[in-house]
């Protein structure tokens, strides 16, 4: 079974800092890739996917991933935060026979001024 | 373009009531999900249907939980009768066959009391 891994329940940053959640993945074939966010009383948004076609992946709001095999990684990154990017951010993998996407438990994203 | 709706936003019931949630997922799309989420469980996964027929509802947890899919535009969760352990915000999604990232509503936040 596929299974979707999130280090760290929280991670806190100060604002202008440099972001990065964690995030590996469990599977003989390259999955499909994909970070949310929700932010407080909301749905989750589709940040960015990967699909096969370029390791690097951007996303909105200033957000990449980098697709690695070889250590089944899809780290999320951003240079600089901002308070808008406290929000609680998911990772997720879906294999191509599949329909339906195996969740992180998410990873909770603080900004300090 | 309208996302995926989802009715009521908020509900708070008694034990015992019966409670519907209602979902319109996004036009075209032909596989729809609904999730619940809670602080202790975090995201889980109760049923999917593709092109309105029940596929997977071994997350629903148990007979007191059903759905339906009457047709492409519309979907309910039921639960009767409903318990303070039911309390959660419940997610409907969306999406279509292939790359298959979700598209999610806003939720549905229930509370029984």
């Known amino acids: 079974a596929q299974s979707v891994t999130q280090l760290g329940s929280h991670v806190s940053v100060s604002e202008g800092a440099l972001v990065l959640l964690r995030c590996n993945y469990s599977?003989?074939?390259?999955?499909?890739l994909f970070w949310y966010v929700q932010y407080p009383n909301q749905g989750l948004q589709l940040l960015l996917k990967?699909?096969?076609?370029?390791?690097l992946v951007k996303g909105i709001n200033g957000f990449e991933a980098e697709f690695k095999k070889s250590e089944t990684s899809f780290h999320l990154t951003k240079p600089s935060a901002h308070m808008s990017d406290a929000a609680e951010y998911f990772c997720?993998?879906?294999?191509?026979?599949?329909?339906?996407?195996?969740f992180g438990k998410g990873t909770m994203l603080l900004v300090s001024p | 373009d309208a996302g995926v709706i989802q009715s009521p936003r908020h509900e708070v019931t008694e034990m015992g009531q019966e409670v519907t949630l209602r979902c319109k997922p996004i036009?075209?799309?032909?596989?729809l999900f609904w999730y619940r989420q809670t602080m202790m469980r975090g995201l889980e996964l109760l049923i999917y249907?593709?092109?309105?027929?029940?596929?997977?509802d071994s997350g629903m947890p148990e007979d007191r939980f059903s759905a339906k899919m009457p047709n492409a535009s519309f979907s309910t969760l039921k639960i009767q009768p409903s318990e303070p352990r039911d309390s959660a915000v419940y997610f409907c999604?969306?999406?279509?066959?292939?790359?298959?990232?979700?598209?999610f509503g806003e939720g549905s936040r229930l509370t029984v009391l």
């Open positions: 997720a993998s879906k294999d191509s026979g599949y329909s339906t996407l195996t």
């Open positions: 599977s003989s074939v390259p999955p499909y």
């Open positions: 990967y699909t096969s076609a370029a390791t």
């Open positions: 036009s075209g799309h032909d596989y």
């Open positions: 249907f593709n092109n309105n027929v029940p596929i997977d």
């Open positions: 999604a969306s999406s279509n066959v292939g790359e298959g990232e979700l598209f």
